[in-house]
């Protein structure tokens, strides 16, 4: 049992259950505190680590629209939870042939990974949030896998009503609990009436951090680009799961041990960005997008080059693209703001 567990088990059996965003936020703090969660010894693997034609995508497209807006001299790369650094290198790789040089700064709390990044970027600047990034220049905005990691708060329709999903004990073992407070507030009025058992989720930490990424793209100008696994239109239901060497576990079994994870809701993601006035392309399926930023033509070529690892290009490819692997499941948003062009693939 990890540390945190026993401490957030003393908590909960000394004052009661907790809220499910707490307990989210805190377990995720502490795993990505104490480890690099990437790759087949890790317990997950994200696009970037899949191929370096995903990065190459990105890249691709960051080159176009700073291309489109006037190529500016200087720009800012802005990439929260860049993990490795593996789609940096790769997106600004191939920028550099179209003579995109942006300065790097990395969004990261994470002390391991920060030194994987630095490792990567000698040169990179970092932060733990958006605030105290420069304020005079236009941004580049990528966030990969970044929103799905932020703590979400649920609410569960009771048959006394609408209450918030908690985490509480049960002997040793922790499992989500119904609150005592009613919450029919919190409740949009198309759900007021929803049947007993129906879960809504929300991430207000998700619209916070877009709200000032949004913001700071209709100011400065600049483009983005939010890839995640999530859904387009509101649904209900937990979407709350936890992985542990590539397997699905109980996401309260033990704290800080998994990487627990949510679906990103770009509906409520895009409504944000557009209050604060960011102008919002679209949300498209990552398999779409990759393909219209010309990844099959990128595969065929690298097939060509090494026809030795023409199985390895198809395979990824398949797993990128396709729409029973993270093709659909997986979602592109397209950001501009202060006068920069809708970026390509909308």
């Not at 970092?126 to 609410?155: K, T, W």
């Not at 916070?208 to 239901?237: E, F, S, W």
């Not at 990128?320 to 997986?330: K, N, P, V, Y």
């Amino acid at each position: 049992m990890t540390e945190l567990a026993q401490r957030l088990r003393r908590l909960i059996a000394a004052q009661g259950p907790i809220p499910l965003s707490l307990y989210m936020g805190e377990a995720n703090a502490a795993y990505y505190a104490a480890r690099d969660p990437l790759g087949a010894a890790g317990d997950f693997i994200t696009a970037p680590e899949v191929s370096q034609m995903f990065g190459e995508m990105v890249g691709v497209w960051l080159a176009d629209v700073w291309s489109r807006a006037g190529s500016p001299a200087r720009v800012l790369y802005v990439e929260p939870g860049a993990g490795r650094g593996t789609l940096a290198q790769d997106a600004l790789r191939v920028a550099a042939r179209f003579d995109l040089v942006p300065e790097v700064h990395f969004i990261e709390t994470s002390p391991v990974l920060r030194a994987m990044q630095q490792a990567a970027f000698p040169q990179a600047q970092f932060h733990h949030d958006a605030g105290s990034l420069p304020e005079d220049a236009p941004i580049l905005l990528v966030a990969n896998e970044f929103f799905d990691a932020l703590p979400v708060r649920q609410i569960v329709r009771m048959p006394q009503g609408w209450r918030e999903r908690m985490v509480g004990l049960d002997g040793e073992r922790l499992l989500p609990v119904a609150g005592n407070l009613p919450m029919e507030q919190a409740v949009p009025p198309e759900w007021r009436d929803a049947p007993a058992g129906t879960i809504l989720e929300t991430c207000p930490a998700a619209s916070a951090v877009m709200g000032d990424l949004a913001a700071r793209l209709a100011a400065q100008g600049g483009a983005g680009l939010v890839i995640d696994y999530g859904y387009a239109a509101p649904q209900t239901g937990s979407t709350l799961q936890a992985l542990r060497a590539h397997q699905h576990v109980d996401p309260f079994a033990d704290a800080g041990a998994a990487d627990l994870t949510a679906l990103v809701d770009f509906a409520t993601l895009s409504a944000v960005a557009a209050r604060e006035g960011a102008q919002v392309a679209g949300v498209v399926g990552q398999g779409a997008w990759l393909k219209a930023m010309g990844i099959e033509t990128r595969a065929a070529a690298l097939t060509r080059a090494a026809p030795d690892q023409a199985d390895v290009l198809a395979r990824a490819l398949h797993r990128l693209t396709a729409a029973d692997q993270m093709g659909e499941l997986f979602k592109v948003l397209g950001l501009s703001g202060g006068g920069w062009p809708v970026g390509a693939g909308f």
